[in-house]
Protein backbone atom coordinates (compact mmCIF):
# COMPACT_ATOMS: atom_id res chain seq x y z
CA UNK A 1 0.00 0.00 0.00
CA UNK A 2 1.19 3.68 -0.92
CA UNK A 3 2.33 5.62 2.33
CA UNK A 4 1.30 8.81 0.55
CA UNK A 5 -1.70 9.99 2.42
CA UNK A 6 -3.18 11.56 -0.79
CA UNK A 7 -2.65 8.93 -3.46
CA UNK A 8 -5.83 7.95 -5.44
CA UNK A 9 -7.15 11.29 -4.56
CA UNK A 10 -7.43 14.65 -7.01
CA UNK A 11 -6.71 18.46 -6.13
CA UNK A 12 -8.09 21.12 -8.29
CA UNK A 13 -5.93 24.68 -7.20
CA UNK A 14 -7.12 27.56 -8.90
CA UNK A 15 -4.43 29.62 -9.82
CA UNK A 16 -1.49 27.10 -9.81
CA UNK A 17 0.28 28.85 -12.15
CA UNK A 18 2.05 31.02 -9.57
CA UNK A 19 3.03 31.77 -6.36
CA UNK A 20 0.71 30.12 -3.33
CA UNK A 21 -1.46 28.44 -5.53
CA UNK A 22 1.75 26.43 -6.77
CA UNK A 23 3.10 25.72 -3.46
CA UNK A 24 0.05 24.30 -2.33
CA UNK A 25 -0.28 22.54 -5.75
CA UNK A 26 3.14 20.82 -5.29
CA UNK A 27 2.87 19.98 -1.73
CA UNK A 28 -0.50 17.77 -2.32
CA UNK A 29 1.19 16.27 -5.61
CA UNK A 30 3.97 15.63 -2.84
CA UNK A 31 1.30 13.26 -0.97
CA UNK A 32 0.10 11.43 -4.01
CA UNK A 33 -2.60 13.52 -5.37
CA UNK A 34 -3.44 14.27 -8.96
CA UNK A 35 -3.54 17.54 -9.87
CA UNK A 36 -5.89 20.18 -11.86
CA UNK A 37 -4.11 23.01 -12.23
CA UNK A 38 -5.64 26.65 -13.75
CA UNK A 39 -4.49 29.91 -14.12
CA UNK A 40 -2.98 32.12 -16.75
CA UNK A 41 0.86 32.72 -17.82
CA UNK A 42 3.93 30.41 -18.39
CA UNK A 43 2.06 27.20 -17.88
CA UNK A 44 4.80 24.30 -19.02
CA UNK A 45 7.41 25.38 -16.31
CA UNK A 46 4.81 24.79 -13.55
CA UNK A 47 3.45 22.21 -14.82
CA UNK A 48 6.88 20.32 -15.01
CA UNK A 49 7.29 21.50 -11.44
CA UNK A 50 4.30 19.60 -10.22
CA UNK A 51 5.29 16.53 -12.60
CA UNK A 52 8.39 16.38 -11.13
CA UNK A 53 6.92 15.09 -7.63
CA UNK A 54 5.73 11.79 -10.00
CA UNK A 55 1.96 12.45 -10.23
CA UNK A 56 -0.37 13.14 -12.90
CA UNK A 57 -1.14 16.91 -13.54
CA UNK A 58 -3.56 18.63 -16.52
CA UNK A 59 -4.08 22.15 -16.63
CA UNK A 60 -7.41 23.99 -17.48
CA UNK A 61 -7.17 27.63 -18.72
CA UNK A 62 -10.51 28.69 -17.05
CA UNK A 63 -10.80 32.30 -16.42
CA UNK A 64 -12.33 32.73 -12.51
CA UNK A 65 -14.48 35.66 -13.82
CA UNK A 66 -16.82 33.24 -16.15
CA UNK A 67 -18.96 31.18 -14.50
CA UNK A 68 -19.56 29.07 -17.86
CA UNK A 69 -15.68 28.83 -17.65
CA UNK A 70 -15.67 27.69 -14.26
CA UNK A 71 -18.12 25.14 -15.45
CA UNK A 72 -15.93 23.50 -18.07
CA UNK A 73 -12.93 23.19 -15.98
CA UNK A 74 -14.97 21.43 -13.07
CA UNK A 75 -16.44 18.80 -16.18
CA UNK A 76 -12.59 18.85 -17.39
CA UNK A 77 -11.40 17.50 -14.23
CA UNK A 78 -14.36 14.69 -14.01
CA UNK A 79 -13.89 13.27 -17.07
CA UNK A 80 -10.20 13.66 -16.35
CA UNK A 81 -9.91 12.12 -12.62
CA UNK A 82 -13.77 10.95 -11.80
CA UNK A 83 -14.07 14.04 -9.91
CA UNK A 84 -12.77 16.44 -7.50
CA UNK A 85 -11.82 15.69 -3.76
CA UNK A 86 -9.45 18.42 -2.88
CA UNK A 87 -10.25 21.99 -3.75
CA UNK A 88 -8.30 24.69 -3.25
CA UNK A 89 -9.29 28.08 -4.47
CA UNK A 90 -6.72 30.38 -4.90
CA UNK A 91 -6.77 32.40 -8.11
CA UNK A 92 -6.42 35.99 -7.16
CA UNK A 93 -5.38 39.42 -7.95
CA UNK A 94 -4.85 42.85 -6.32
CA UNK A 95 -5.53 46.35 -7.03
CA UNK A 96 -4.40 49.50 -4.39
CA UNK A 97 -7.19 52.94 -4.75
CA UNK A 98 -9.41 54.71 -2.13
CA UNK A 99 -12.60 53.94 -2.56
CA UNK A 100 -13.76 56.71 -4.45
CA UNK A 101 -10.88 56.58 -6.88
CA UNK A 102 -11.15 52.48 -7.17
CA UNK A 103 -11.23 51.86 -10.74
CA UNK A 104 -15.47 49.84 -10.85
CA UNK A 105 -14.07 47.24 -13.26
CA UNK A 106 -11.14 46.51 -10.54
CA UNK A 107 -13.65 46.22 -8.27
CA UNK A 108 -16.33 44.01 -10.49
CA UNK A 109 -12.92 41.54 -11.45
CA UNK A 110 -11.51 41.24 -7.54
CA UNK A 111 -14.81 40.53 -5.80
CA UNK A 112 -15.94 38.07 -9.34
CA UNK A 113 -11.96 36.39 -8.93
CA UNK A 114 -10.96 36.18 -5.34
CA UNK A 115 -14.59 35.51 -3.93
CA UNK A 116 -17.35 34.56 -6.89
CA UNK A 117 -15.18 32.03 -8.38
CA UNK A 118 -15.07 29.89 -5.07
CA UNK A 119 -18.96 29.75 -4.64
CA UNK A 120 -18.98 28.44 -8.31
CA UNK A 121 -16.09 25.84 -8.19
CA UNK A 122 -17.73 24.66 -4.94
CA UNK A 123 -21.72 24.63 -5.51
CA UNK A 124 -20.20 22.40 -8.32
CA UNK A 125 -17.47 20.09 -6.38
CA UNK A 126 -19.80 19.59 -3.58
CA UNK A 127 -22.48 17.19 -4.25
CA UNK A 128 -19.62 14.83 -5.78
CA UNK A 129 -17.69 14.81 -2.05
CA UNK A 130 -20.43 14.24 -0.24
CA UNK A 131 -21.14 11.10 -2.71
CA UNK A 132 -17.68 10.14 -1.55
CA UNK A 133 -18.13 10.52 2.09
CA UNK A 134 -14.77 12.94 1.98
CA UNK A 135 -14.18 15.62 0.81
CA UNK A 136 -11.98 18.92 1.15
CA UNK A 137 -12.77 22.80 0.62
CA UNK A 138 -9.56 25.18 1.61
CA UNK A 139 -9.99 29.02 0.73
CA UNK A 140 -6.98 31.07 0.14
CA UNK A 141 -8.17 34.29 2.16
CA UNK A 142 -5.73 36.37 3.48
CA UNK A 143 -5.16 38.06 7.35
CA UNK A 144 -6.94 40.82 4.96
CA UNK A 145 -10.08 38.14 5.68
CA UNK A 146 -9.64 39.19 9.20
CA UNK A 147 -8.48 42.67 9.18
CA UNK A 148 -8.34 45.65 6.71
CA UNK A 149 -5.60 47.87 5.22
CA UNK A 150 -6.31 51.13 3.50
CA UNK A 151 -6.44 51.14 -0.23
CA UNK A 152 -7.85 47.51 -0.58
CA UNK A 153 -11.39 48.06 0.14
CA UNK A 154 -12.46 45.20 -2.74
CA UNK A 155 -9.67 42.93 -1.58
CA UNK A 156 -10.38 43.16 2.12
CA UNK A 157 -13.98 43.17 0.73
CA UNK A 158 -13.92 39.98 -1.03
CA UNK A 159 -11.67 38.33 1.94
CA UNK A 160 -13.96 38.56 4.21
CA UNK A 161 -16.90 37.26 2.13
CA UNK A 162 -14.43 34.33 1.41
CA UNK A 163 -14.06 33.80 5.08
CA UNK A 164 -18.17 33.72 5.32
CA UNK A 165 -18.11 31.54 2.64
CA UNK A 166 -15.91 28.66 4.31
CA UNK A 167 -17.94 29.18 7.40
CA UNK A 168 -21.33 28.43 5.94
CA UNK A 169 -19.94 25.55 3.81
CA UNK A 170 -18.28 23.71 6.84
CA UNK A 171 -21.98 24.22 8.61
CA UNK A 172 -23.89 22.92 5.76
CA UNK A 173 -21.31 19.89 6.07
CA UNK A 174 -20.56 19.70 9.35
CA UNK A 175 -21.49 15.90 9.71
CA UNK A 176 -20.44 14.67 6.57
CA UNK A 177 -16.97 14.00 5.92
CA UNK A 178 -16.51 17.13 3.88
CA UNK A 179 -14.52 19.90 5.60
CA UNK A 180 -14.23 23.75 4.13
CA UNK A 181 -11.24 26.06 5.96
CA UNK A 182 -9.52 29.20 4.78
CA UNK A 183 -5.99 29.78 4.79
CA UNK A 184 -5.00 33.30 5.91
CA UNK A 185 -1.66 33.99 4.97
CA UNK A 186 -0.04 37.49 6.27
CA UNK A 187 2.59 38.78 3.44
CA UNK A 188 4.44 35.80 0.58
CA UNK A 189 6.90 37.43 -1.55
CA UNK A 190 4.80 36.04 -4.86
CA UNK A 191 4.56 38.47 -7.96
CA UNK A 192 1.25 39.62 -6.84
CA UNK A 193 3.28 41.36 -3.81
CA UNK A 194 6.51 41.56 -5.72
CA UNK A 195 4.04 44.58 -7.44
CA UNK A 196 3.43 46.61 -4.08
CA UNK A 197 6.97 46.04 -2.77
CA UNK A 198 8.19 47.61 -6.54
CA UNK A 199 5.30 50.35 -6.22
CA UNK A 200 6.16 51.98 -2.90
CA UNK A 201 10.06 51.55 -3.81
CA UNK A 202 8.78 53.74 -7.17
CA UNK A 203 6.14 55.91 -4.86
CA UNK A 204 9.07 56.87 -2.10
CA UNK A 205 12.16 56.71 -4.12
CA UNK A 206 13.99 53.88 -2.39
CA UNK A 207 15.41 50.71 -2.81
CA UNK A 208 13.99 47.62 -3.16
CA UNK A 209 15.04 46.35 -0.13
CA UNK A 210 14.16 49.39 1.74
CA UNK A 211 10.78 48.93 0.39
CA UNK A 212 10.46 45.24 1.68
CA UNK A 213 11.45 46.08 5.24
CA UNK A 214 9.39 49.11 5.34
CA UNK A 215 6.38 46.35 3.89
CA UNK A 216 6.61 43.80 6.62
CA UNK A 217 7.67 46.27 9.14
CA UNK A 218 4.54 48.40 8.77
CA UNK A 219 2.54 44.98 9.61
CA UNK A 220 4.16 41.97 10.19
CA UNK A 221 6.27 42.17 13.41
CA UNK A 222 8.38 38.61 12.43
CA UNK A 223 9.48 40.60 9.69
CA UNK A 224 9.70 37.65 7.27
CA UNK A 225 7.24 36.29 4.48
CA UNK A 226 5.51 32.97 5.18
CA UNK A 227 6.37 30.88 1.95
CA UNK A 228 4.45 28.96 -0.15
CA UNK A 229 5.96 25.75 1.31
CA UNK A 230 4.45 26.62 4.43
CA UNK A 231 1.29 27.52 3.47
CA UNK A 232 1.50 24.14 1.64
CA UNK A 233 2.53 22.02 4.69
CA UNK A 234 -0.73 23.48 5.94
CA UNK A 235 -3.04 22.56 3.46
CA UNK A 236 -1.42 19.36 3.60
CA UNK A 237 -2.60 19.10 7.05
CA UNK A 238 -5.85 20.35 6.55
CA UNK A 239 -6.31 16.99 4.12
CA UNK A 240 -5.01 15.01 7.12
CA UNK A 241 -7.21 12.55 8.68
CA UNK A 242 -5.96 14.87 11.96
CA UNK A 243 -7.80 17.31 10.46
CA UNK A 244 -11.32 15.76 10.31
CA UNK A 245 -12.92 17.70 13.30
CA UNK A 246 -11.32 20.77 11.87
CA UNK A 247 -13.98 22.95 10.13
CA UNK A 248 -14.83 26.60 9.74
CA UNK A 249 -11.28 27.99 10.90
CA UNK A 250 -9.80 30.91 9.49
CA UNK A 251 -6.29 29.72 9.83
CA UNK A 252 -3.40 32.75 9.81
CA UNK A 253 0.03 32.36 9.23
CA UNK A 254 0.74 35.83 9.20
CA UNK A 255 3.94 36.63 11.65
CA UNK A 256 1.64 37.96 14.20
CA UNK A 257 -0.38 40.62 12.20
CA UNK A 258 -3.72 39.79 13.29
CA UNK A 259 -2.36 39.04 16.94
CA UNK A 260 -1.37 43.06 17.66
P1 LIG B 1 0.18 35.28 -7.85
O1 LIG B 1 -0.05 36.54 -8.62
O2 LIG B 1 1.56 34.74 -7.71
O3 LIG B 1 -0.76 34.11 -8.40
C1 LIG B 1 -2.09 34.32 -8.73
C2 LIG B 1 -2.58 33.16 -9.54
O4 LIG B 1 -3.95 33.39 -9.90
C3 LIG B 1 -1.82 32.96 -10.86
O5 LIG B 1 -1.71 31.60 -11.16
C4 LIG B 1 -2.72 33.66 -11.87
O6 LIG B 1 -2.54 33.19 -13.21
C5 LIG B 1 -4.07 33.27 -11.32
N1 LIG B 1 -5.15 34.12 -11.80
C6 LIG B 1 -5.25 35.48 -11.75
N2 LIG B 1 -6.40 35.86 -12.35
C7 LIG B 1 -7.03 34.74 -12.77
C8 LIG B 1 -8.26 34.49 -13.44
N3 LIG B 1 -9.06 35.47 -13.82
N4 LIG B 1 -8.58 33.21 -13.71
C9 LIG B 1 -7.75 32.18 -13.35
N5 LIG B 1 -6.58 32.36 -12.70
C10 LIG B 1 -6.24 33.64 -12.43
O7 LIG B 1 -0.48 35.60 -6.42
P2 LIG B 1 -0.34 34.89 -4.99
O8 LIG B 1 0.30 35.88 -4.10
O9 LIG B 1 0.21 33.53 -5.10
O10 LIG B 1 -1.88 34.85 -4.58
C11 LIG B 1 -2.63 33.65 -4.52
C12 LIG B 1 -3.76 33.84 -3.52
O11 LIG B 1 -3.21 34.10 -2.23
C13 LIG B 1 -4.67 35.03 -3.84
O12 LIG B 1 -6.01 34.68 -3.55
C14 LIG B 1 -4.19 36.09 -2.87
O13 LIG B 1 -5.20 37.01 -2.55
C15 LIG B 1 -3.81 35.25 -1.67
N6 LIG B 1 -2.90 35.89 -0.74
C16 LIG B 1 -1.67 36.31 -1.14
C17 LIG B 1 -0.83 36.90 -0.21
C18 LIG B 1 0.54 37.37 -0.57
O14 LIG B 1 1.17 38.04 0.27
N7 LIG B 1 1.08 37.05 -1.73
C19 LIG B 1 -1.25 37.08 1.10
C20 LIG B 1 -2.51 36.65 1.46
C21 LIG B 1 -3.33 36.04 0.53
Known amino acids: MSQLQLA ?10 S ?14 ANIVMNGFGDVAGPKAEIEACKTKVVHHPADMCKAS ?14 GVDILVNNAGIQHVAPVENFPVEKWDAIIAINLTSAFHTSRLAIPFMQQKKWGR ?3 VASVHGLVASAQKSAYVAAKHGIVGLT ?10 GVTCNAICPGWVLTPLVQKQVDAKAAELKISNEEATKLLLGEKEPSMQFTTPEELGA ?9 ADNV ?3 AWNMD ?6
Open 247 to 249: RGV
Open 69 to 82: DIQDMMEFAKNQFG
Open 167 to 176: KVTALENATT
Open 137 to 139: IIN
Open 19 to 32: GIGLGIAIALAKEG
Open 8 to 17: GKTALVTGST
Open 255 to 260: GGWTAQ
Open 234 to 242: LAVFMCSKA
